[in-house]
């Protein structure tokens, strides 16, 4: 069984910062790549960035720039740093873990809502 749990959520006035972390543990048979989502009331689960165990990222083309993923793989662990953030960023922020059979494993989510 492989549990990730989210961290760093929260309240944060627009033009703000956060800085989420997610740390994988149990019975993880190799990653292959983390991610960061979210999904906003009403809206779909979008992707936000990316990145393999090898240290290659991917994002949104709406996020470049703001949003910043890192990884630690000696702690299985994962971050997202949001900068400038704005009111449409609020949403619920999921960490996705992406094991080496591909098959993949999602946080229960943290909660970021930014006030205008």
């Known amino acids: 069984q492989v549990q990730l749990v989210e961290s760093g959520g929260g309240l944060v006035q627009a033009g703000g910062s956060l800085r989420l972390s997610c740390a994988a543990s149990g019975s993880i048979f190799g990653i292959n790549a983390m991610g960061w989502y979210r999904q906003a009331p009403g809206k779909q689960r979008e992707m936000i960035a990316t990145i393999t165990s090898g240290g290659n990222t991917n994002y949104a083309d709406s996020e470049k720039g703001r949003f910043t993923i890192s990884g630690d793989n000696a702690k299985n662990t994962v971050y997202l740093q949001m900068n400038n953030l704005k009111p449409e960023d609020t949403a619920v922020y999921y960490c996705?873990?992406?094991?080496?059979?591909?098959?993949?494993?999602w946080g229960r989510g943290t909660q970021v809502t930014v006030s205008s």
């Open positions: 996705r873990l992406l094991d080496r059979r591909g098959v993949p494993y």
